[in-house]
């Protein structure tokens, strides 16, 4: 499976957008990116998954590159609740739920 | 609450003792998948089991640790003779079995070995 390499942290202002990139630069042409985060001892929550287009919901929105080397998760609007570890994850179709968690980025938002 | 269930929430066993924890998929999920999370480390796959079968093992340890999802009930992950090292919290998801579905995952439970 794909590698993805992401920052180790970052901070983000109460109220500000979140960009959080991440880079899988071997990602193949079946792969999908998924961004899941995971709040202080509670169970990782799923956020968002695209595969070559730009994908919005009402948590985030995912922008790939055209040569979907690369991808950015942006929290439109971050919140204090937004605390939590957010990890990149590229994910074959047909591998099911066996997810490859790296160690993600901290994001730690800010009054 | 319709979410993915776990318990026991926090489990303590002494060295050589059992641990069983157990999982709850959510409504209409017949997928579940177990992780572990070791302190300050990240998620790993241990388990892939569809009702009354395994599809995927190959992050379990291969000795002490076996898993289960019977036609009836939850699935049981059971740890034999449990040491120190095994002190972690366990998470348990589920999916609908979606080739994209994402999976839903509970609270965990934490268990620690004295």
């Known amino acids: 499976d794909a590698k993805t390499t992401q920052p180790t942290s970052m901070d983000c202002a109460e109220g500000r957008a979140a960009n959080l990139p991440c880079n899988h630069s071997?990602?193949?042409?079946?792969?999908?990116v998924y961004w899941y985060r995971q709040i202080h001892s509670q169970g990782p929550q799923y956020i968002i998954h695209g595969l070559k287009n730009n994908e919005t919901n009402e948590m985030a929105s995912l922008i790939i590159t055209e040569d979907r080397k690369s991808s950015t998760l942006i929290l439109p609007h971050a919140t204090l609740r937004d605390t939590a570890v957010y990890y990149c994850?590229?994910?074959?179709?047909?591998?099911?739920?066996?997810?490859?968690f790296g160690a993600g980025t901290q994001v730690v938002v800010t009054p | 609450n319709a979410g993915v269930m776990q318990n026991p929430r926090h489990l303590v066993r002494r060295r050589g003792q059992e641990a069983r924890l157990r999982c709850s998929p959510m409504k209409g999920h017949s997928h579940v998948y177990w992780y572990r999370q070791l302190p300050e480390e990240g998620l790993k796959f241990m388990v892939y089991?569809?009702?009354?079968?395994?599809?995927?093992e190959s992050g379990m340890p291969k000795e002490r640790f076996s898993a289960e999802f019977p036609k009836e009930g939850p699935s049981i992950l059971r740890i034999q003779q449990v040491v120190r090292g095994d002190s972690a919290a366990y998470f348990c998801a589920s999916s609908s079995g979606q080739a994209t579905g994402e999976l839903f995952f509970g609270e965990g439970s934490r268990l620690t070995v004295l």
């Open positions: 089991l569809q009702k009354e079968n395994i599809i995927d």
């Open positions: 071997t990602i193949s042409g079946n792969e999908y």
């Open positions: 994850i590229v994910r074959p179709l047909g591998s099911w739920g066996k997810l490859q």
